[in-house]
């Protein structure tokens, strides 16, 4: 009896002995094969050196087709099992979609513990390798009627491990390699438009943060390119060449941190935040100038550095949200979507979730987010200097302009005719000046009341920008004088600008309200610059004194200034 019970333990250890190192079985009697989510088997072989006849005598364990196993599975193998149950053979193709981002690639193929093929791929050395079609290794084989074969693949990565298995018949592979990437291909096309925006806005405004959000895209979108093997499908790199492109991931928040102190005026306004900033730049740019030697050596820190980055940038973000900076609220809805999305792919990375889309193309999701939000924090800087610009414009204008009549004021007049005199000298044009004084407009105001004045002021200003051209600069200087200087006018030509609204004020009656009409007339002075040697103050001194002349005739009248070999007349 002992001696069958010892039998029975020792049959029970050899089945699951045996059970242990079977593989799970696919059966592909079906007439369309498309086989991308099945149960494998893998092994990790941390001495990185372990035969093919070696492995086999190994503990594997399950997984997915497609699987994350983190940064301790440099070296995996991997095993699946096809049986033949139809009734002819089966030609079949295997896709690595994924092969794109590893060292190299070993494909052992038996039938009956027999090796009856294997394939090797450097990607050193990959871009004329047969078996390499736009990023992705493809491994004929053939499954015998009735037969069973065992297939194990090896791969050897840089840093991740993270890979994809997937058995096709000859139709659904020629599928399978038509349009893929056209995601990954939309989100770097989206990000170059916005890279050449930028430089676009660069050349414009000559702002910094537009050449670093550039950079911080150009980064990003090599990444990209590299990371879901766009590289590898539209320019047929691989290997150690490209690798280093992953450097992009430090040279990005490198960028980022540079806009930060950008487009947020650390320097000058937030001193503690920037050597916050500063200090995180610091340990960044070291790490980037160690990865130029070692690619590999510089990667394995990338995690921390990560978790790091969002610590600080998060901090900093606070910080200058509680002191009130306008742009950084949506800075930090932009680094959110970053980092809720990148730990999600970091979780991928590592093995710790389950393949999906959403996790394997965090990195990407995250980049393009962040990207969209700072470039809406730079459109949004610009309105707000726009803003400023428009402000101070119309502080000027204030500043210019009278408030009742809205015509220029004196300092305005002064100003502005110095620069027509300069420039009717330089360019031998002819330039006149008008004064223009409302008769016994005391009397008016006496008698009406300021109101009914002012209402007289304005009418006037009215008019006399009615009869004056587009480019004359019409001024009131104070009180109920005005003077108007013409560009391009001689002695005749504002004579009769004079003289027609001297007659349009004469004409005109200013409704003050209950039926009440006031008329008035204006007495008004000319005089032609002598642009050669006269200043705008003298031509104003001596329209003026033509403009008492013409008061002094009588008033509602025309006076003419002009000079004749040094003395000065009126006409």
């Known amino acids: 009896m002992a001696t069958y019970r010892m039998i029975l333990c020792f049959l029970l250890l050899f089945i699951s002995s045996f059970a242990a190192q079977a593989s799970p079985t696919l059966d592909i009697g ?146 399978a390699l038509v349009g893929g990437h056209l995601d990954i291909a939309l989100l770097v096309g989206m990000m170059l438009a916005m890279v050449l925006y930028n430089a676009l806005l660069y050349f414009a405004t000559s702002k910094s943060e537009n050449i670093f959000y550039s950079l911080y895209l150009i980064s990003g979108l090599a990444w990209i390119a590299l990371s879901y093997g766009l590289l590898g499908k539209a320019f047929n790199v691989y290997g150690d060449a490209v690798f280093v492109l992953n450097l992009a991931l430090i040279s990005m928040p490198i960028f980022l941190l540079l806009f930060m102190m950008s487009i947020f005026e650390t320097p000058e306004f937030y001193r503690t935040e920037h050597r916050v900033l500063q200090g995180m730049l610091a340990l960044l740019v070291i790490t980037l100038v160690y990865g130029l030697f070692d690619p590999v050596g510089a990667m394995k820190p990338a995690a921390s550095l990560a978790a790091l980055l969002m610590v600080v940038t998060f901090s900093v973000g606070i910080s200058l949200l509680r002191r009130g900076h306008p742009l950084v609220k949506f800075f930090l809805v932009g680094h959110t979507f970053f980092v809720v999305f990148n730990g999600v792919a970091v979780l991928y990375y590592k093995g710790l979730v389950e393949p999906n889309y959403i996790n394997s193309h965090g990195v990407g999701i995250g980049i393009v987010l962040e990207a969209l939000t700072l470039a809406f924090i730079i459109s949004y800087r610009i309105k707000m200097l726009e803003d400023i610009r428009s402000k101070q414009n119309e502080f000027k204008q204030q500043a210019a302009t009278d408030p009742l009549t809205q015509l220029y004021n004196r300092r305005h007049f002064m100003s502005e005719g110095e620069y027509m005199v300069e420039k009717a000298r330089a360019t031998g044009e002819d330039l006149s000046v008008i004064a223009l004084d409302i008769d016994y407009f005391k009397a008016v105001n006496d008698e009406y009341g300021h109101h009914v004045g002012d209402l007289v002021l304005v009418d006037i200003a009215v008019i006399f920008q009615q009869y004056s051209r587009d480019r004359d600069l019409v001024a009131r200087f104070g009180g109920e004088e005005f003077m108007i200087l013409l560009p391009g006018a001689d002695h005749a030509e504002a004579r009769s600008c004079a003289e027609r609204i001297r007659r349009g004020v004469e004409r005109h009656a200013v409704d003050a309200g209950d039926g009440l009409d006031v008329r008035i007339t204006v007495s008004i002075g000319v005089a032609e610059v002598n642009t050669a040697v006269e200043s705008v103050e003298n031509a104003v001194n001596r329209a003026d004194k033509a403009l008492y002349q013409a008061k002094a005739l009588g008033r509602n009248r025309v006076c003419c200034s002009e000079v004749v070999a040094g003395e000065v007349s009126f006409t």
Do not use: C
């Open 30 to 175: 079906q007439e369309a094969i498309r086989l991308t989510d099945f149960q494998v088997e893998y092994f990790t072989d941390g001495s990185q050196s372990l035969s093919y006849k070696e492995v086999r005598e190994q503990t594997f364990q399950e997984t997915t087709s497609s699987t994350s196993l983190g940064t301790n599975a440099a070296v995996t193998w991997f095993r699946f099992t096809l049986r033949n149950s139809s009734l002819k053979a089966r030609a079949l193709f295997l896709h690595l979609p994924s092969a794109y981002h590893v060292r190299s690639v070993d494909i052992f193929q038996e039938r009956s513990q027999n090796l009856i093929d294997q394939a090797s791929v450097d990607l050193n050395d990959a871009s004329d390798h047969p078996l390499m079609y736009q990023g992705t290794v493809i491994y004929p084989f053939t499954v015998p009627l009735g037969e069973t074969v065992v297939v194990y693949v090896r791969s050897h990565v840089y840093s991740h491990q993270w890979f994809s298995l997937e058995i096709y018949d000859n139709e659904r592979s020629r599928q």
